[in-house]
């Protein structure tokens, strides 16, 4: 039950930052910027403001934070990875919709990102 739980106020907070920062991004690129460069901008931004609320509302984290925020970087660093790697792969050689790609890839990452959170980043010990 308390992983249901963590599954539903993680979607809360993904739900929402990744709406904003995919409103966002689609109005960067109308404004001009190269895709990559929106989601590596939006992307850090997301990390930063999703850290706190995901360590204490939705997994509940009592550990020191330190650690946990490397392991937090660590995580959406190899997720920051697969997302450029698809924009380039999809986008770029196979010429697929930029737009369809993140928003596809923001359903993968969060899925990747949830299971890494709640068995590492934010672990009990």
Not at 6 to 14: A, C, D, E, N
Not at 26 to 43: R, W
Request: with cysteine.
């Amino acid at each position: 039950m308390q992983s249901f739980i963590q599954l539903i106020k993680y979607g809360v907070v993904g739900l929402a930052s990744n709406l904003l920062l995919y409103l966002l991004y689609i109005c960067l690129t109308m404004l001009g910027m190269e895709p990559k460069l929106a989601m590596t901008l939006l992307y850090l931004a997301g990390i930063m403001q999703t850290f706190m609320v995901n360590r204490r509302w939705t997994f509940q984290h009592a550990g020191i934070a330190r650690p946990a925020l490397i392991r937090y970087f660590m995580a959406y660093g190899f997720g920051y990875l697969v997302n450029l790697l698809s924009l380039y792969l999809l986008v770029d050689l196979i010429g697929f919709p930029h737009q369809g790609v993140q928003a596809a890839m923001i359903v993968v990452l969060a899925c990747m990102l949830f299971l890494l959170q709640k068995f590492w980043v934010f672990r009990d010990r």
